[in-house]
C-alpha cells in the first residue's frame, strides 16, 4: 500500500491543474482533444499523486508500476501529469502536437514513460494483460497495471476478449479506470452514465467493480484502495464524469469532442487560473531486474537434406523448443490452436513460459506486444489467415516500436481441403505493410529452424510463414540464411527466364525447371526466403543475365513475392519483363495437389507457362 498522499484540498487543486494544462496545451496546437482530458482529472491526480509507484527518473525499474491511457486522445492528460510530476517542463508541454515534439497527438514510447502507442480505441486493456500476465506468472513482481480507458472503447471486442481472460487468470495486479463521460465522438455512448449497465457485464466475467462519483477525489482514492486489496480478481473502477468538467461552455455538451476551447483564456480563469502544482511520485519497492541471458547452448534440430519430408510448421515448432531451452527470455503464444501451429512443442518442454489465449487474436497479439515490454522475446502463432483480426494490434504494434515475433501458420492453397475461410492468402501482403517488418517465408526445415532463432535478435515486427504439408528437405542443415538473403538453387549461363518463388513454391519451382529442361529449356530457381527485406542484388543480377522474372507464389497477387520482386525495380533500373504466378481465383476445398494445380502454380503449370513464353518468343 503506497504511504499517505496528498490531502483533498491539494488533490483537487491537482485535478484542476491537469485541466487548465491540457486546455494550454491543446489552445497553443490549435488542435486535440481537451474535453476528453478533462473528464478524468479527478481519476489521473488521484492516481499520480497517492498511488503509482514510479521512478521517472528510471523509467525501466523493474518495480514501476505500468499506467497505460487506452483512450490515447486524451493525451493532454498525460502530459499534463508528467508536467506535474517534473518529468516533462511547462515548455515541453507547449509543443504538443508540433514538428518533432515527444508530446504528439496520441502517446508513443517516444516518451520513456509511455509502454506502448495508444490511439486506437480497445488496446490498452489488452496489452495491459500481457504485462500483468508477465508481473504475475513470470516475474513475481508486485508491480500493478493500471489502464484508463474511456467509455466509448467498452463497445471494442477486444475490451471483452482482455476482460474475460484477466478475470480466468487472476489478474489482482490489474486494474481498469473506466472515465463514464458518456459521451463519445459523435454524441451519446450506448450505456450512457449507466455505470450498473457496465458494472453487470464486467461482474458476469468474475471482476471487482467499484462504481464512483469520478470527480470526488475522496472516493476515486477509496476506490484504489479497493482495488489494490482485491484479491484473486481484477478490479474495474467505473467512474461517472463529465466530459468538460469544469467549464460551463463545454461541459456535458455535444460537438465539443476533438476540439480546443474556444476561448481558453475564459475557461482557464474559470479553473482558478494556471498553477504549478508539482507532485513527488512514490517510488517502487526494491526488485531485481530481468535478465534476458542465454540459460544454455542452442542446438536446434537438423533435417538430413534428400532424406525425409518435414513440413515447416513441424521444424518451427521443434526449433522454437530448442531456443526456449538456450534463452530463458523467449516466452511461447498461442490462439488455441497449438496443436495445429506445433507451438504445443513449446509448451510441452517449457510450460512456465508457454501462455494459451485461446481463439481471440487480438489479445493474443496485444499479449505479445505487452510481455516484450517487461523484457521478454515473444512468439506469438496462429493460422496466417487469422492473423488478419489482429491486423490493427499489428500496426499499432510497429507505431509502439515492439519487438515481436509472428508466426503464421497453414498458408496457401496448400492446405487443401480446409477450403478458403482457412487458408492465409493475404499474410504477405499485410505483414510487408507494417512499418519496419520483417517477412520470411521458408521453404524447408533446416531453412525453417534458422530462421526461428535469427528472428530472436531481430528489432520490430518479424513475420515467419509456415505451411501444413511435408516437403522435401532442400538444403543441409549447416547452410546459412542470412536476414534479406535468397537461395540460388538452380543456374546456368544458358537461363532464359528466372523462376522466383517462397515457401511451398519453391519445391514446384524446381520440379518445373527439371521438367523444361527436358525439353532442352534452362531456367534459374532463386529461393526467395525472405520477402522483405528482398535480396535485391540477387534479383538484379537474374535480370540482367536472364531478361524475364517469373515469380511463383501461394498468395493472392497483390501485395505478396510478385509485389516485392517488382519494387526491386523501382529505383529507375532498367525492368525485366515480368509474369506473375498466383491465386487469383477462389479456391475451395480440393487436395493440396489439386489446390496448386488449380491455381496455376504446381510444377506441371509452371512448366507450361515456361513452355509457352519460349513457345511466343517472350523470352529469348
Known amino acids: 500500500m503506497p504511504k499517505q498522499g496528498l490531502p483533498t484540498a491539494e488533490l483537487i487543486d491537482l485535478a484542476q491543474q491537469l485541466r487548465v494544462d491540457s486546455i494550454r496545451a491543446t489552445d497553443t496546437a490549435g488542435s486535440g482533444h481537451a474535453t476528453s482530458s478533462m473528464s478524468a482529472a479527478e481519476l489521473a491526480a488521484v492516481l499520480l499523486a497517492n498511488h503509482l509507484r514510479y521512478d521517472f527518473d528510471r523509467p525501466d525499474h523493474p518495480g514501476n508500476d505500468h499506467l497505460i491511457l487506452s483512450k490515447g486522445h486524451a493525451s493532454p492528460l498525460l502530459y499534463s501529469l508528467y508536467r506535474a510530476a517534473g518529468a516533462v517542463t511547462d515548455e515541453e508541454l507547449l509543443t504538443f502536437r508540433t514538428r518533432g515534439s515527444r508530446l504528439e497527438g496520441h502517446p508513443t514510447p517516444?516518451?520513456?514513460?509511455?509502454?506502448?502507442?495508444?490511439?486506437?480505441?480497445?488496446?490498452?486493456?489488452?496489452?495491459?494483460?500481457?504485462?500483468?500476465?508477465?508481473?504475475?506468472?513470470?516475474?513475481?513482481?508486485?508491480?500493478?497495471?493500471?489502464?484508463?480507458?474511456?467509455?466509448?472503447?467498452?463497445?471494442?471486442?477486444?475490451?471483452?476478449?482482455?476482460?474475460?481472460?484477466?478475470?480466468?487468470?487472476?489478474?489482482?495486479?490489474?486494474?481498469?479506470?473506466?472515465?463514464?463521460?458518456?459521451?463519445?465522438?459523435?454524441?451519446?455512448?450506448?450505456?450512457?452514465?449507466?455505470?450498473?449497465?457496465?458494472?453487470?457485464?464486467?461482474?458476469?466475467?468474475?471482476?471487482?467493480?467499484?462504481?464512483?462519483?469520478?470527480?470526488?477525489?475522496?472516493?476515486?482514492?477509496?476506490?484504489?484502495?479497493?482495488?489494490?486489496?482485491?484479491?484473486?480478481?481484477?478490479?474495474?473502477?467505473?467512474?461517472?464524469?463529465?466530459?468538460?468538467?469544469?467549464?460551463?461552455?463545454?461541459?456535458?455538451?455535444?460537438?465539443?469532442?476533438?476540439?480546443?476551447?474556444?476561448?481558453?483564456?475564459?475557461?482557464?480563469?474559470?479553473?482558478?487560473?494556471?498553477?504549478?502544482?508539482?507532485?513527488?511520485?512514490?517510488?517502487?519497492?526494491?526488485?531485481?531486474?530481468?535478465?534476458?541471458?542465454?540459460?544454455?547452448?542452442?542446438?536446434?534440430?537438423?533435417?538430413?537434406?534428400?532424406?525425409?519430408?518435414?513440413?515447416?510448421?513441424?521444424?518451427?515448432?521443434?526449433?522454437?523448443?530448442?531456443?526456449?531451452?538456450?534463452?530463458?527470455?523467449?516466452?511461447?503464444?498461442?490462439?488455441?490452436?497449438?496443436?495445429?501451429?506445433?507451438?504445443?512443442?513449446?509448451?510441452?518442454?517449457?510450460?512456465?513460459?508457454?501462455?494459451?489465449y485461446y481463439i481471440a487474436e487480438q489479445l493474443l497479439v496485444a499479449a505479445g506486444v505487452g510481455m516484450q515490454v517487461r523484457g521478454h522475446v515473444p512468439y506469438v502463432s496462429t493460422f496466417a489467415a487469422f492473423l488478419t483480426r489482429a491486423h490493427d494490434f499489428l500496426r499499432m504494434a510497429a507505431v509502439s516500436r515492439a519487438d515481436l515475433n509472428v508466426i503464421g501458420s497453414h498458408a496457401g492453397v496448400a492446405i487443401g481441403e480446409d477450403g478458403p475461410s482457412q487458408m492465409g492468402l493475404e499474410d504477405l501482403a499485410m505483414m510487408r505493410a507494417v512499418h519496419g517488418s520483417t517477412v520470411l517465408c521458408p521453404s524447408d526445415a533446416n531453412q525453417t529452424a534458422k530462421l526461428v532463432a535469427a528472428m530472436a535478435d531481430l528489432r520490430g515486427i518479424r513475420y515467419l510463414r509456415t505451411g501444413r504439408?511435408?516437403?522435401?528437405?532442400?538444403?543441409?542443415?549447416?547452410?546459412?540464411?542470412?536476414?534479406?538473403?535468397?537461395?540460388?538453387?538452380?543456374?546456368?549461363?544458358?537461363?532464359?527466364?528466372?523462376?522466383?518463388?517462397?515457401?511451398?513454391?519453391?519445391?514446384?519451382?524446381?520440379?518445373?525447371?527439371?521438367?523444361?529442361?527436358?525439353?532442352?529449356?534452362?531456367?534459374?530457381?532463386?529461393?526467395?526466403?525472405?520477402?522483405?527485406?528482398?535480396?535485391?542484388?540477387?534479383?538484379?543480377?537474374?535480370?540482367?543475365?536472364?531478361?524475364?522474372?517469373?515469380?511463383?507464389?501461394?498468395?493472392?497477387?497483390?501485395?505478396?513475392?510478385?509485389?516485392?520482386?517488382?519494387?526491386?525495380?523501382?529505383?529507375?533500373?532498367?525492368?525485366?519483363?515480368?509474369?506473375r504466378l498466383s491465386v487469383s481465383s477462389m479456391p475451395g476445398s480440393a487436395s493440396p495437389e489439386e489446390q496448386l494445380y488449380g491455381a496455376g502454380i504446381d510444377a506441371r503449370s509452371v512448366a507450361a507457362a515456361v513452355r509457352l513464353m519460349v513457345e511466343k518468343g517472350v523470352v529469348r
Request: hydrophobic residues 40%.
Open 110 to 356: 517516444r516518451l520513456p514513460w509511455v509502454d506502448v502507442a495508444t490511439g486506437s480505441l480497445g488496446q490498452g486493456l489488452p496489452v495491459g494483460v500481457g504485462i500483468a500476465m508477465s508481473g504475475k506468472r513470470l516475474e513475481r513482481i508486485p508491480y500493478r497495471v493500471w489502464v484508463i480507458s474511456g467509455d466509448s472503447e467498452m463497445a471494442e471486442g477486444s475490451v471483452w476478449e482482455a476482460i474475460e481472460h484477466a478475470a480466468a487468470e487472476g489478474l489482482d495486479n490489474l486494474t481498469l479506470v473506466v472515465d463514464v463521460n458518456r459521451l463519445g465522438q459523435r454524441g451519446p455512448t450506448r450505456h450512457g452514465h449507466d455505470l450498473d449497465a457496465y458494472a453487470r457485464r464486467l461482474q458476469a466475467f468474475g471482476w471487482h467493480t467499484v462504481e464512483i462519483d469520478g470527480h470526488d477525489v475522496d472516493a476515486v482514492d477509496r476506490a484504489y484502495r479497493e482495488a489494490a486489496s482485491t484479491t484473486g480478481r481484477p478490479t474495474a473502477v467505473l467512474a461517472k464524469t463529465v466530459k468538460g468538467k469544469g467549464v460551463d461552455a463545454v461541459a456535458d455538451q455535444e460537438g465539443k469532442h476533438g476540439k480546443p476551447l474556444e476561448d481558453a483564456t475564459e475557461a482557464i480563469a474559470e479553473l482558478g487560473g494556471v498553477r504549478a502544482v508539482h507532485v513527488d511520485v512514490h517510488k517502487p519497492s526494491a526488485a531485481r531486474t530481468l535478465h534476458a541471458v542465454p540459460s544454455g547452448h542452442l542446438t536446434l534440430p537438423r533435417f538430413e537434406k534428400g532424406g525425409e519430408q518435414v513440413a515447416t510448421r513441424d521444424a518451427f515448432g521443434r526449433a522454437l523448443a530448442a531456443l526456449g531451452a538456450a534463452r530463458g527470455d523467449v516466452v511461447a503464444l498461442d490462439g488455441e490452436v497449438g496443436d495445429s501451429t506445433r507451438t504445443e512443442y513449446f509448451g510441452k518442454e517449457h510450460p512456465d513460459r508457454y501462455f494459451e
Open 469 to 579: 504439408g511435408a516437403t522435401d528437405v532442400l538444403y543441409g542443415p549447416d547452410e546459412e540464411f542470412p536476414i534479406g538473403g535468397s537461395k540460388v538453387l538452380r543456374r546456368s549461363d544458358a537461363d532464359r527466364l528466372t523462376l522466383v518463388a517462397a515457401g511451398t513454391t519453391v519445391p514446384e519451382a524446381l520440379a518445373a525447371a527439371d521438367l523444361v529442361a527436358a525439353d532442352g529449356i534452362d531456367v534459374r530457381v532463386v529461393d526467395l526466403y525472405s520477402v522483405k527485406p528482398v535480396d535485391a542484388p540477387t534479383l538484379w543480377t537474374a535480370a540482367e543475365e536472364t531478361g524475364c522474372l517469373v515469380t511463383v507464389e501461394d498468395h493472392h497477387p497483390e501485395g505478396g513475392i510478385g509485389d516485392a520482386v517488382a519494387e526491386a525495380f523501382a529505383d529507375g533500373r532498367p525492368t525485366p519483363r515480368m509474369v
